[in-house]
C-alpha cells in the first residue's frame, strides 16, 4: 500500500425519494490497499459500490475512482475497475477457456492479449487440464478463483469484491483470501464486502456502515482497541446495538 489515492469519496450520497440509503459518507482508499466495506443487510454499501462502480448516479457529493468522476464519467469507470459479484460473474455452460476469452473481448483486449492472458489465468490456477470443461462442473472453489482471476484480466487498478467468499466453506475462502493477498502485493487495489466479521481482520483499513453512514473507518487493530473489543464482531455488534 503507498500514499497514491485510488478512490476519493466526500459526501457522497444517495436517496431514493425520501429515503437516504447512503447518507453523506467521506473517504479515501489507497493504491494496494484491502479495503473492506462493512455493513448488515440494509446499512446501504450495496448503493454506494453501485455509485463507486458507475452503475448508480449519486444524488449529491462527489467522488473519483481510478482518477475518473463518478457522476461524469461513470462510463469510463467501468473499464477502468474490475468487478465479482457473489454470483462469480461466470457463464456456467461456456467452458473454462471460453469464459476468460468472453470477458477478454469484453474488456476490448486484442486477440494476442486474450490468447497471452488466458494460458497465464489457465497456467497460474493450474485449470490447463479443465480448460475445455463447462465451468458448470468445476468445484465451487475453483469456480471462485477462477471469477477473481477474470475480474481483473484487463489489469484494472482496483477490483471490487462484492460478498466474494458467501456460501464457501472455511478453507477456500482463506485460499481466496490468499489470491486478494498476491493481487494487492502486485498493486492491485481491493474493495470488498463481506458480512464475516472474520474476515474483516484480513483488510489493511475497514469501514462499518450503520443506516447509511459511516460509524467507524480505521485497521481492525485500532477499532478493536478504540471499542474495547476482542474481535471485529464485537466492534461490530457495539456499532450496531448504538
Not at 150 to 159: A, N, W
Not at 172 to 193: D, L, N
Request: proline share 2%.
Amino acid at each position: 500500500m503507498n500514499d497514491e489515492k485510488v478512490i476519493q469519496v466526500q459526501d457522497l450520497t444517495k436517496k431514493f425519494g425520501d429515503f437516504t440509503a447512503v447518507d453523506a459518507i467521506t473517504f479515501d482508499v489507497y493504491r494496494g490497499e484491502i479495503f473492506g466495506f462493512l455493513g448488515a443487510n440494509g446499512a446501504g454499501k450495496t448503493t454506494a459500490m453501485k455509485m463507486l462502480n458507475g452503475l448508480s448516479k449519486p444524488t449529491s457529493g462527489n467522488g473519483t475512482v481510478a482518477g475518473l468522476d463518478v457522476i461524469k464519467q461513470s462510463e469510463k469507470i467501468k473499464e477502468r475497475i474490475g468487478y465479482m459479484s457473489q454470483r462469480f460473474s461466470l457463464y456456467e455452460d461456456l467452458t473454462v477457456k471460453e469464459n476468460i476469452r468472453f470477458y477478454g473481448g469484453v474488456y476490448g483486449l486484442s486477440k494476442q492479449k486474450i490468447k497471452d492472458k488466458t494460458d497465464q489465468i489457465l497456467e497460474e490456477l493450474q485449470l490447463t487440464e479443465v480448460a475445455s470443461k463447462l465451468v458448470k462442473a468445476l468445484p465451487l472453489g475453483w469456480k471462485q478463483r477462477l471469477a477473481f482471476a477474470i475480474s481483473m484480466v484487463h489489469d484494472p487498478k482496483i477490483v471490487f469484491l462484492d460478498e466474494p467468499t458467501g456460501g464457501v466453506d472455511p478453507a477456500v475462502r482463506r485460499q481466496f483470501w490468499e489470491a486478494i493477498y498476491e493481487a494487492a502485493k502486485g498493486g492491485s487495489t481491493i474493495f470488498v464486502t463481506t458480512h464475516y466479521m472474520d474476515e474483516a481482520e484480513y483488510c489493511d483499513r475497514v469501514s462499518i456502515m450503520v443506516d447509511g453512514k459511516i460509524e467507524a473507518l480505521d485497521t481492525p487493530d485500532n477499532l478493536k482497541a478504540h471499542y474495547n473489543a476482542e474481535s471485529m464482531d464485537e466492534v461490530f455488534l457495539k456499532l450496531a446495538r448504538n
